[in-house]
């Protein structure tokens, strides 16, 4: 996990507080660049293969690309609590992004694939959860009025329900230990507690 120092909602803007979650970045994560309210804004061809940045509430925005009216400005992802939809919704160009939400901490290159790779861990789970609950315990109808009865029940032998049990924990586990596994190895991005 990436966990960058974040400025309070309610001091976003505060040119004296982005200086110091700007500094606490830069020693926290000399791999990354940061860059503060006093730094020019990177040049275009920067962004080749850097598409996202961190903002100081530890928000995350995309550069917007194609042949839009919009193309270069910043977008956000996600949800601010505290800002309207029409702002939350509406591109700004780097000087103002860094200006209102700055410091701008940019992602490692493998940060989309590593997300996606956790999301289909987790869908594959969920996946097999649903499986799961439709074959072994009859939970559901499919399109018709039939119930599917349970394949284990009160009157089920205790060695095919053993037999049962080991087989759900066993995918429970196999699915779990894939989502350990990408989540482990991922550099997501958490929050870490307000610098001031």
């Known amino acids: 996990m990436i966990q960058f120092p974040t400025l309070a909602a309610d001091r976003a803007g505060d040119r004296t507080v982005q200086l110091t979650v700007t500094q606490a970045r830069r020693s926290q994560h000399p791999?990354?660049?940061?860059?503060?309210?006093?730094?020019?804004?990177?040049?275009?061809?920067?962004?080749?293969?850097?598409?996202?940045?961190?903002?100081?509430?530890?928000?995350?925005?995309?550069?917007?690309t194609g042949d839009g009216p919009h193309k270069g400005q910043w977008q956000l992802r996600g949800y601010k609590p505290r800002l309207p939809f029409e702002e939350k919704s509406k591109p700004v160009p780097w000087q103002d992004l860094a200006a209102g939400y700055g410091p701008l901490t940019n992602l490692p290159s493998d940060w989309y694939r590593q997300r996606n790779e956790i999301l289909e861990a987790i869908a594959g789970?969920?996946?097999?959860?649903?499986?799961?609950?439709?074959?072994?315990?009859g939970a559901h109808t499919l399109g018709t009025n039939r119930d599917h009865l349970p394949l284990v029940d009160d009157d089920t032998a205790d060695d095919d329900i053993v037999r049962h049990a080991q087989n759900v924990a066993d995918r429970l586990t196999q699915q779990a230990a894939k989502i350990r596994t990408s989540l482990a190895s991922a550099h997501l991005v958490t929050p870490s507690e307000h610098t001031s």
């Open 31 to 64: 791999d990354r660049t940061t860059w503060g309210p006093d730094d020019p804004a990177p040049a275009d061809d920067y962004w080749d293969w850097q598409e996202f940045v961190v903002d100081g509430e530890g928000d995350l925005w995309i550069r917007l």
């Open 125 to 137: 789970a969920m996946s097999d959860m649903d499986d799961i609950l439709f074959h072994a315990w």
